[in-house]
């Protein structure tokens, strides 16, 4: 069982920055392959990025592409997720999840294994 621990949410104007951070209740994050996925309200799960253990491969939704940056600091056992540019759209709340056995990021929520609780970003105009 890994417990993730998401932070860094809050409310920011639109065209401000925020770093969000996920760390797992044990070590070894690398060894997982790493995504964002985000829920706005009244709107299903989507996938925001992810990150592949294995190369380090990544990938990112096209609403975010350019603007957000996921990357992880094996030291710390941490995953990073960079927004930048932020926009009302991407008003949401953002989960981190995990999964020993994806060695490249998927799109899919049920492939991943281990979630976080969420933490909540708020984007103004």
């Known amino acids: 069982q890994v417990e993730l621990v998401e932070s860094g949410g809050g409310l920011v104007q639109a065209g401000g920055s925020l770093r969000l951070s996920c760390t797992p209740s044990?070590?070894?994050?690398?060894?997982?392959?790493v995504a964002w996925f985000r829920q706005a309200p009244g709107k299903e799960e989507e996938f925001v990025t992810g990150?592949?253990?294995?190369?380090?491969?990544?990938r990112y939704a096209d609403s975010v592409k350019g603007r957000f940056t996921i990357s992880r600091d094996n030291a710390k056992n941490t995953m990073y997720l960079q927004m930048n540019s932020l926009k009302p759209e991407d008003t949401a709340v953002y989960y981190c999840a995990v999964d020993p056995n994806l060695e490249t990021p998927s799109h899919h929520t049920y492939e991943y294994t281990y979630w976080g609780l969420g933490t909540q970003v708020t984007v103004s105009s």
């Open positions: 990150i592949g253990w294995s190369d380090d491969s990544t």
């Open positions: 044990r070590p070894s994050f690398h060894i997982y392959t």
